[in-house]
């Protein structure tokens, strides 16, 4: 008699390893059917080729049964090749069909291999709680330690404060290591495929027990909404913001409120005419306003749609609606340039305005940390002898590295814009005349 598997072996035999050109990672078997789509989609194909050295979006219709991987992008995206090994040993390519690089999820298309693969349906975390036990599959460190599993509990159920993703995270002390990134992160009760494990924090590169899942129904939410839409729907607010505490909230006379003070709507923004610069707001879209992470996901989930919201006018709540007038990105960029600063790979995108960040730094040294989903629209220039600061706008990604040098490894401002807030940021950058040289040669 066959021994029925376990939910380990299940989620075993549902995952894969993941290789290419410049690393390793893991994945999850799933199909469009288990996403929840209802109807077969047509999806674009990202293959590259080698004759003219771009990525060529192909159309392909994708059936509900047909099997896709779900990783992360930060494991795939720009890969010229990408390999996936399932359980058994079957080797096949894979190629993006679907992706929110700001998100950090990607969905490949696989070739229909022989033999039935084991196909996962995401599930939900809404009933789990802190110190219930999860098991993580996945590759770390490499195909030699491919499909092993690590059990630990969760520490936090949604975590804002991500640099990583818009989207909620489960936090994990289960041992996430280089490799285990695009896995899944499954209920050991139930077996149910509760998340998709994205990055760890660490100060050595490897698990020190703090791991960030992104919530599968999230993910799946996402994935829905961009594939429905063609497209990743942002929404610009274009707006300056602050949490609301000590001193800001004294200065809009809102004392003792916890929320995200408006503290500047220029003309063009969202928010014109519908929330004021002084407003605090404290709830979004029935999410309550903790960071201004927060506010960042409930706008982003919220896009072309009409969500309560609820503010503070000095001490006068209200309670109103209010719609996003969504913008439409493409979900796979083929036109992205890459350079060397400081040893470490940076990958830039020539943006509408300013440089956009497409790792989560780009600095030896950064005393605020850029994030993979923020653009940097001004540079300050080197402080001149009467210690005025000035900024200059980024137009290009050559003027943005030629500014960055300039500054010979002194700590300096940029300015920067997430699509729903601007912040500056102090930067370092550790000059090297060797490493300018490998810069100039990667260009």
Known sequence: MKKELSYAGRAIRSSVFIGTESGSGSGTITDLESLGFTTPQTLNKSVFDPRINVFTPMPTIVGLKHPLVLTNWHVVGNEHQIRVIEYDGHEFDGYIVA????????????????GNLRVMKPGTAANMSPTDLVFAVGSPLGQEQSFSTTLGSISYTNRFNIEMSYLPALQTDTSINPGNSGGGLFCKETGEWIGLNSFIM??????????YSLNMEEVTADIHRCITNGGINSVLINATVAMAAGPVNEALGSANIVGIA??????????????????????????KMETIAHLNFAVYRSAGKEVPVVLYRGKKRIEQTIKFNPVNFPMIHYDE???????????????????????????????????????????????????????????????????????????????????????????????????????????
Not at 202 to 211: L, M, P
Not at 274 to 287: F, P, S, Y
Not at 337 to 342: F, P, R, T, V
């Open 99 to 114: 992706a929110n690089h700001e998100n950090d999820w990607a969905l490949l298309y696989i070739e229909r291999p022989n």
């Open 202 to 211: 660490t100060g050595n590169r490897y698990n020190i027990g703090i791991g």
């Open 262 to 287: 408006m503290l500047n709507i220029p003309k063009l923004s969202s928010l014109e005419g519908k929330i004021r610069a002084g407003d605090i707001i404290t709830q979004l879209d029935g999410l």
């Open 337 to 443: 340039d890459y350079g060397q600063i400081s040893g470490m790979l940076f990958n830039v995108i020539q943006a509408e305005y300013g440089v956009a960040v497409r790792s989560a730094a780009i600095f030896c040294k950064t005393a605020e940390l850029v994030g993979s989903n923020e653009r940097i629209t001004h540079i300050q220039r080197p402080i001149t002898e009467d210690g005025e600061l000035v900024y200059d706008k980024i137009s290009s990604v050559e003027g943005f590295i030629e500014m960055v040098e300039s500054h010979n490894g002194v700590p300096f401002f940029v300015k920067t814009f997430n699509g729903h807030a601007h912040a500056d940021r102090l930067i370092q950058w550790d000059y090297d005349p060797r490493e300018s040289m490998a810069l100039e040669a990667a260009e």
